[in-house]
């Protein structure tokens, strides 16, 4: 419970960040490709929730035994989200289901992730969606170089904090200490998504 309530206190104070956070140019738009790729770097570390969920999607893609393939489904359907934001397209309540993404991987975590890869790997590319249509705000009406910049800095950071998680993951599992690691992985998540839900819905 004591472990709880710090990560839940932690959750809350980073999420308590400005709006602008989300975005490493100060919610300025691209206009050259090195801002396209810095901007693209930044989004998914600076967005606490979707480095939340970036990281719980590489533990649990360990934890099912997917390895690269569940990471890559997550950045497929981020592209995807991307696509379907520049097309003018409106996913009502977005943040509220990036938020219950987070909360999903983190209890998914918790609990020790019983559930089929398939069904994890399709739950993926469907929260790549949603958290795809936030990161493409960022660039909506740049040039097309600095948005192509930002789609391939954005996905091979989201690939390599994912991978990063997974191969600490790994490490930990080897050791007598994973049942504490993945709970608190796990809580620290759920958290954190459930601090963005609040303010979401606020």
Same mark, same amino acid.
């Given at each position: !419970? &004591?472990?709880?309530?710090?990560? =839940? ?7 308590? =960040?400005?709006?602008?956070? /989300? ?5 300025? !738009?691209? *206009? =050259?490709?090195? +801002? ?13 929730? /979707? ?11 360990? !934890? %099912? ?9 997550? %950045? ?7 696509? #379907?934001?520049?097309?003018? @397209?409106?996913?009502?309540?977005? *943040? ?5 993404? %987070? ?5 998914? #975590?918790?609990?020790?992730? &019983? ?5 994890? !790997? ?6 790549? #969606?949603?958290?795809?249509? $936030? ?7 740049? *040039? +097309?170089? @600095? ?9 091979? =950071? +989201?690939?390599? #904090? $994912? ?5 600490? $993951? &790994? ?20 958290? @954190? ?5 609040? +303010?979401?819905?606020?």
């Amino acid at each position: !419970m &004591r472990l709880t309530a710090v990560l =839940t206190g932690l959750a809350a104070v980073i999420a308590a =960040t400005p709006a602008l956070a /989300h975005h490493p140019l100060g919610g300025a !738009m691209p *206009e =050259t490709i090195s +801002q396209g790729l810095l901007s693209g770097v930044g989004h998914p570390i600076i967005g606490v929730d /979707h480095l939340a969920f970036i990281i719980g999607a590489g533990i649990i893609a360990v !934890m %099912v035994g997917r390895g690269l393939t569940a990471p890559l489904a997550l %950045v497929a359907g981020a592209l995807l989200g991307a696509v #379907i934001h520049f097309g003018a @397209v409106t996913i009502p309540g977005a *943040e509220i289901l990036i938020a219950l993404s %987070v909360i999903i991987a983190g209890r998914l #975590i918790f609990t020790g992730a &019983r559930v089929g890869a398939g069904l994890i !790997m399709a739950g993926f590319a469907v929260a790549g #969606i949603v958290h795809g249509y $936030a990161y493409a705000e960022a660039v909506v009406g740049a *040039e +097309q170089t @600095v948005i192509a910049a930002y789609l391939i800095s954005f996905s091979v =950071t +989201q690939l390599v #904090i $994912a991978c990063g998680a997974g191969a600490i $993951a &790994r490490i930990v599992m080897r050791g007598k200490s994973w049942s504490v690691a993945h709970r608190a992985a796990g809580m620290g998540i759920a958290a @954190v998504g459930t601090v963005f839900l609040t +303010q979401a819905v606020v």
